[in-house]
């Protein structure tokens, strides 16, 4: 029987995200402290120094003192957009960040809350400057009908009144996102983008992008780690929001890491 198109890549999608979720916290933690309390009969010392090992780093990643830094070394590259800088730019590109599969008080799917975060500065920076706006993000599954990015244009029709030009559907990672932007807009002669994507995703998203030929102008939104930690959670102790903040940020330096390295 032969293979259907694409799924190939699929297959290999699937694969990099299985491997994320296996380095990526809270499950990398954990798997140390499992390994080391395997270890601990037959080899002590190393059951031991993985297991504790473990158990700091999930501590770590979960406490905003340590987390605050780890997000700022990705954040801190990149201040609030200059808006008087917009007229320079031919047009707003604003990258996907996920879906929510189940909202029946939208009839069906609609965007997730990081997507929600990006467009609504986006239109911000539309109503502003009257700029056209491509929205960016595909579909993680073959059978899924529904891409991200035609959500994300609903979601900007319908919700923000901010029109949207152009629609690519295709991307599943940040790479793709430049990649097939850049087939739809550089022949037309748009090269001077404003892209919008969470701060913490800001140098990964413009590497990617000028990459693929254009010159960017960070629009970076909702900053993880601020003056209180991005939250108004006390500084020293441990949260849910820092561990979303550990999480992202070590997704991203892992991020950069496989860019790089694939390049």
């Known amino acids: 029987m032969r293979e259907p198109p694409g799924a190939r890549l699929f297959r290999m999608f699937y694969l990099k995200k299985l ?22 009969r037959r080899h002590p ?25 780890l997000v700022r070394s990705l954040e801190g590259h990149f201040i609030p957009l200059d808006e008087a800088k917009l007229r320079q730019a031919d047009a707003i590109v604003i990258l996907g960040g996920g879906m929510r599969g189940y909202a029946p008080e939208f009839g069906g799917k609609t965007v997730n809350r990081l997507t929600l975060e990006r467009l609504r500065y986006g239109a911000r920076l539309a109503r502003r400057t009257g700029l056209p706006v491509m929205v960016s993000g595909g ?16 979601a900007l029709e319908e919700d923000f009144r901010t029109p949207v030009k152009w629609t690519e559907s295709r991307s599943r990672d940040t790479r793709e996102n430049a ?72 997704h991203e330096w892992l991020g950069l890491l496989a860019y790089r390295l694939s390049r």
């Not at 491997?19 to 601990?40: D, E, H, N, R």
């Not at 579909?139 to 994300?152: D, G, N």
């Not at 254009?214 to 949260?239: I, R, W």
Request: net charge neutral; hydrophobic share 50%; proline share 10%.
């Open 19 to 40: 491997i994320s979720t296996l380095i990526l916290p809270p499950l990398s933690p954990l798997l140390l402290i499992v390994a080391g309390l395997l270890l601990l």
């Open 45 to 69: 010392r190393t059951g031991k120094a993985l297991t504790w090992g473990g158990l700091i780093a999930a501590l770590l990643l979960v406490t905003p003192l340590s987390v605050a830094p």
């Open 139 to 154: 579909s993680p599954r073959p059978s899924q009908k529904v891409a991200e990015a035609e959500l994300m244009k609903a």
């Open 179 to 250: 990649d097939f932007c850049a087939a739809a807009l550089v022949p037309a002669g748009i090269r001077r983008i404003v892209l919008v994507t969470h701060a913490a995703h800001m140098q990964r998203s413009v590497e990617a992008f000028e990459h693929a030929g254009f010159q960017v102008l960070p629009a970076p939104t909702a900053y993880l780690a601020g003056p209180g930690g991005g939250d108004d959670t006390p500084m020293e102790m441990p949260s849910m929001n820092a561990a979303y903040a550990g999480w992202y940020a070590v």
